[in-house]
């Protein structure tokens, strides 16, 4: 690394020429596809922004100069040249670099983001605050083509040519998002990256007309009164200059000299600028080029073949399983249709694409439309299921609320990657769905206890034909077998897998398999633990719960959510509206009131104690202080 390994700062790539610079862009390529082949993470677009940061840098001054990354997917080389690279090696492990920007991590890094079209309105919100305090910085917001299309990032944009502060506005276009880009906005810029009429009429119609033997001046004058509207119709841009906005490009986002003189131009403009730069996602490592999608977000890889690394022998994953199930019911049913929100993949949803592609649809970047969709599609008879991130249906939180629970329109939210996440850290741990969906009239909330259960779980969802959410993790199964044959289960009813004595442990989805662990760990030290599977996070098992309470006077409950406003809170309310509160103990496990962060996620079920070691500590010493003795001697 002839180059990088001098590179400690931005400062360091000042010092380059073009030549240079070039050769640094090739040995960083080089390190990103090293290192994510082992840590896994996202490989293309890092890859499509090499020369786009470089130049950026080279022109800007951070951390005065403000560069705000929309989502994060794109700030790895960021971080390389602003003081990281001997951690890089250490991205989304635990204790290491966090796989977006963090504002506690780096001075260089601006705003946190993890969630996508929210660069622009922080941009915005720097300008503003530069401007009131009489500061002089430049604000730059990078935003790529398929977050562009998320509704926030529109009233950014419109919001920014009405103030009119300084500040730049990047569009990386690389023509995708996570899924195939859709939607107006999509084929616009298509055709402004296509269309060549505006860069040649913005510097050829009046020199044209002035050529003119006599009326060329008078003509030219003319035409400078209704040449806002004839651009209008003849340059796609004027979009951006319509919204208050100066447009440059489309331009090369791999021609270093290029990007560098046209940043330098764009710094001096005292007005909003949108720069539409145009980049090759995966650029540099041809299975990322020719398949730029399953490099967007990639776990482990080797670097000749491109193929990710199994896991031999490993159960099919929640989201395989949903997608199956969902193909096999929909075989029957001719009025379910899926929604998604940029996550086609992601969420399992491919083979229903593939199979119903009237029946399927992909919005884009754009929960909260998703969710109204549903609700319009539901309204005139209808099955929509949403398949969506846990973490990013708190975008509709709304949309879920007034449009889908307040008329009671039978959509079934599919909640893929709930719980801790792992490696992608707090902006993507979806932990508070059971917290905020439960307040809402009409919903009814599932988990599944296994990848069998999920099955039967999207089967009675449908059925039902009311708002349903069914959360389930990221990552494999059990391993159980699957029953051929879907069933409807009980509504509201909780699932005794073990009776007891001592104590009752009630545990919801992902948690039942570690309660099941924990009662046996407690048998070693002399309790004799049930085990609840709850099933109906809403309705829960009132009959059953407060049944349990008068049987063992000693309640645990473990949920993967926040504490705050989960099941441990629902179980509290309905045991004191019941009066059997102050006959009962109970016991909450869940994540804390924190920020958990990014790792593997056993490393951070320890750190909270919320693996099966330490919840039998505390259930232990827990049980022990009503016996008023110490649990350690009482080992068998």
């Known amino acids: 690394m002839q180059f990088l390994n001098k590179i400690d700062s931005p400062s360091d790539v000042k010092k380059l020429n073009i030549e240079e610079m070039t050769k640094l862009a090739q040995e960083i390529r080089k390190l990103l596809v090293n290192v994510i082949s082992k840590t896994g993470g996202h490989l293309a677009p890092n890859l499509g922004v090499v020369e786009l940061t470089l130049a950026l840098h080279k022109v800007f001054n951070t951390p005065n100069d403000k560069i705000v990354w929309d ?41 946190g983001t993890g969630h996508s079209s929210t660069s622009i309105s922080a941009a915005l919100g720097m300008a503003v605050a530069r401007d009131l305090k009489g500061d ?53 810029l298509c055709r402004l990256r296509t269309d060549p009429t505006y860069s040649h009429l913005k510097t050829d ?81 041809l299975p990322a080029e020719t398949n730029p999608d399953k490099f967007h977000g990639t776990s482990a890889f080797e670097i000749t073949t491109g193929e990710k690394i199994k896991v031999e022998g490993a159960p099919k994953t929640y989201t395989e399983v949903f997608g199956d199930t969902l193909v ?21 949803l491919a083979k229903f694409f593939e199979r119903f592609p009237e029946r399927a649809f992909d919005v884009g970047i754009a929960e909260q439309h998703a969710v109204t969709m549903a609700a319009g599609l539901a309204a005139n008879s209808m099955q929509p299921v949403v398949a969506i991130y846990s973490t990013f249906l708190q975008r509709s939180y709304d949309q879920v609320l007034h449009d889908v629970c307040m008329q009671d329109l039978p959509v079934v939210f599919c909640l893929d990657r709930a719980g801790l996440v792992g490696d992608d850290g707090y902006t993507h741990h979806g932990i508070f769905d059971y917290s905020y969906l439960r307040m809402m009239p009409g919903m009814t909330i599932m988990a599944p206890k296994d990848e069998n259960e999920l099955r039967h779980m999207l089967y009675t969802a449908l059925e039902l034909k009311r708002p349903v959410s069914i959360r389930y993790p990221r990552g494999s199964g059990l391993g159980v077998a699957c029953e051929e044959e879907l069933k409807l289960l009980p509504y509201g009813k909780a699932e005794e897998l073990k009776k007891g004595k001592d104590v009752c442990i009630w545990a919801a989805g992902s948690m039942v398999a570690p309660a099941v662990a924990v009662a046996s760990q407690l048998h070693n030290f002399g309790f004799d633990a049930g085990v609840v599977n709850m099933r109906f996070i809403k309705p829960l098992d009132e009959e059953l719960l407060i049944q349990c309470a008068n049987s063992y006077n000693n309640l645990v409950v473990m949920e993967e959510n926040a504490l705050a406003g989960g099941v441990g809170s629902e179980i509290l309310e309905i045991l004191n509206k019941n009066d059997v509160l102050r006959d009962t103990r109970v016991l909450t496990f869940g994540v804390p009131d924190t920020l958990v962060p990014h790792g593997d996620k056993k490393l951070l079920l320890r750190d909270i104690e919320l693996d099966v070691a330490g919840m039998t500590k505390h259930i232990t010493e827990w049980l022990a202080e009503e016996n008023g003795g110490s649990v350690w001697q009482r080992n068998v």
Request: charge should be neutral; hydrophobic fraction near 40%.
């Open 205 to 285: 119609v009046e020199s044209l007309i002035k050529s003119i033997p006599t009326i060329g001046e008078p003509v030219a004058k003319t035409v400078r009164r209704v040449k806002d509207t004839l651009k209008y119709f003849l340059a796609p841009g004027m979009l951006f200059e319509q919204l208050g906005f100066t447009y440059i490009g489309p331009v090369d986002g791999h021609n270093l000299d290029g990007l560098i003189d046209i940043m330098e131009r764009a710094k001096k403009i005292d007005k909003p600028v949108l720069m539409h730069v145009i980049t090759k996602k995966g650029k540099g490592y």
């Open 136 to 188: 002089e910085y430049n604000v730059i917001a990078v935003i790529g083509d398929g977050a562009l299309t998320g509704g926030m990032a529109i009233e950014a944009l419109n919001n920014a040519g009405v103030l009119q502060k300084k500040i730049i506005v990047i569009l990386n276009d690389n023509e995708m998002s996570i899924s195939e880009n859709v939607g107006a906005l999509s084929e616009y």
């Open 71 to 111: 989502v994060g997917h794109q700030s790895y080389v960021h971080k390389i040249i602003t003081g990281r690279r001997e951690m890089f090696d250490t991205l989304r492990q635990y204790g290491g670099l966090s796989g977006f920007p963090k504002r506690s991590e780096s001075e260089h890094d601006a705003f």
């Open 328 to 348: 096999k019911i929909a075989e029957k049913n001719p009025n379910i249709v899926a929604i998604t929100a940029a996550m086609r993949d992601g969420t399992g």
